[in-house]
């Protein structure tokens, strides 16, 4: 994410760009809830279900689904006809091309996966799996550092 930003010198594209793999591996986790299920794994399958089932629906029915609306940038207007400014959001502006009052727009889907909110969740969730997966390995090795054990369990809330 931080290549991303420091290459392009901003967020938009980003989700893009991963979406793929995060779709993989968050569909994946599933497997996190049979584990509790069939003991592999001491927690609440309850727990573990509400987290995975949310990240999921926030990959596959949020950022996937969700366009925020139209953006228009006109360019030729007939003389006495609706004439907007600039790339300002209109939603009356198809409906005035069907009726012929404007002879030419150009549309773009404004999609959400370019908005701060879905950079924000993907920053909160890499710190949270990276803390959490290095817990689980210093633990596997008998050798947990006193950090790594705060951070677990005060990251645990996100």
């Given at each position: 994410?931080?290549?991303?930003?420091?290459?392009?010198g901003?967020?938009k594209?980003l989700y893009?760009?991963?979406?793929?793999?995060?779709?993989?591996?968050?569909?994946?986790?599933?497997?996190?809830?049979?584990?509790?299920?069939?003991?592999?794994?001491?927690?609440?399958?309850?727990?573990?279900?509400?987290?995975?089932?949310?990240?999921?629906?926030m990959v596959?029915?949020?950022?996937?689904?969700?366009?925020?609306?139209?953006?228009?940038?006109?360019?030729?207007?007939?003389?006495?006809?609706?004439?907007?400014?600039?790339?300002?959001?209109?939603?009356?502006?198809?409906?005035?091309?069907?009726?012929?009052?404007?002879?030419?727009?150009?549309s773009?889907?404004?999609?959400?996966?370019?908005?701060?909110?879905?950079i924000?969740?993907?920053?909160?969730?890499t710190?949270?799996?990276?803390?959490?997966y290095?817990?689980?390995?210093?633990?596997?090795?008998?050798?947990?550092?006193?950090?790594?054990?705060?951070?677990?369990?005060?990251?645990?809330?996100?």
């Amino acid at each position: 994410m931080a290549r991303f930003y420091m290459q392009k010198g901003t967020h938009k594209g980003l989700y893009r760009s991963i979406q793929k793999t995060l779709k993989f591996f968050q569909t994946f986790a599933l497997l996190e809830v049979v584990h509790c299920a069939v003991g592999i794994v001491r927690t609440s399958v309850l727990v573990t279900g509400v987290q995975v089932s949310s990240r999921i629906f926030m990959v596959w029915f949020i950022t996937h689904s969700i366009k925020q609306g139209m953006k228009f940038l006109c360019t030729k207007y007939i003389p006495g006809a609706f004439q907007p400014s600039g790339m300002e959001v209109y939603y009356k502006i198809p409906s005035l091309l069907k009726k012929g009052k404007l002879l030419a727009c150009n549309s773009s889907s404004q999609k959400i996966q370019n908005e701060e909110s879905v950079i924000l969740f993907l920053v909160v969730w890499t710190v949270t799996e990276i803390t959490r997966y290095s817990f689980y390995t210093f633990s596997l090795l008998n050798h947990l550092p006193y950090f790594i054990k705060w951070a677990r369990w005060r990251c645990l809330a996100v």
